[in-house]
């Protein structure tokens, strides 16, 4: 096993100590300078993992599990971001590593067409809890976090707006 599998499982480990932590949603939008249209980022937090969801200006929405990170991650890796809110059914989505950024590591998926909608709704309609979760098979490892709805509405409702989901 690499250097970069094993830092991602003991990232895993350590940030799972704090996921009854949560903070709940927001969301931001911008315009976009070559388009003039709309783009946004709608963002669950909790201390150890958050859902970032985005959309561009050509209307793809992509979903990714991002967690903090010491190292960098391994790009090579596949997993299965899975998302449920309060007892509707589970989401799954198949991704891939990326480093979101100097601090945070991910796994980013693409959200087809007819699943867009839906899903940012049932996020906006949540009531107790919105579980996230990443399966990385590959290194025998699940993680998950319950991230609070507060904010959901509000947040699912901009990012609805932004993005001219309907």
Not at 35 to 56: E, F, P, R
Not at 91 to 100: K, S, T, W
């Amino acid at each position: 096993m690499s250097i970069r599998k094993s830092c991602l499982g003991v990232a895993f480990l350590f940030a799972s100590a704090g996921a009854a932590l949560a903070n709940g949603w927001f969301t931001k939008s911008e315009e976009d300078v070559f388009s003039g249209k709309q783009t946004a980022v709608m963002l669950g937090s909790a201390v150890s993992g958050s859902v970032y969801i985005t959309c561009d200006a050509e209307r793809n929405v992509s979903v990714s599990f991002i967690f903090p990170m010491k190292e960098d991650i391994d790009t090579s890796l596949k997993g299965v971001i899975v998302l449920k809110v309060d007892s509707g059914e589970t989401v799954r989505l198949d991704g891939e590593a990326y480093q979101h950024n100097d601090k945070y590591g991910g796994f980013k998926a693409d959200v087809q067409d007819d699943q867009k909608a839906a899903l940012v709704k049932s996020i906006g309609a949540a009531k107790k809890k919105i579980l996230a979760g990443l399966h990385v098979e590959s290194l025998d490892s699940k993680h998950s976090v319950d991230i609070s709805p507060d904010g959901s509405t509000k947040a699912a409702s901009q990012f609805l707006k932004a993005c001219e989901i309907q």
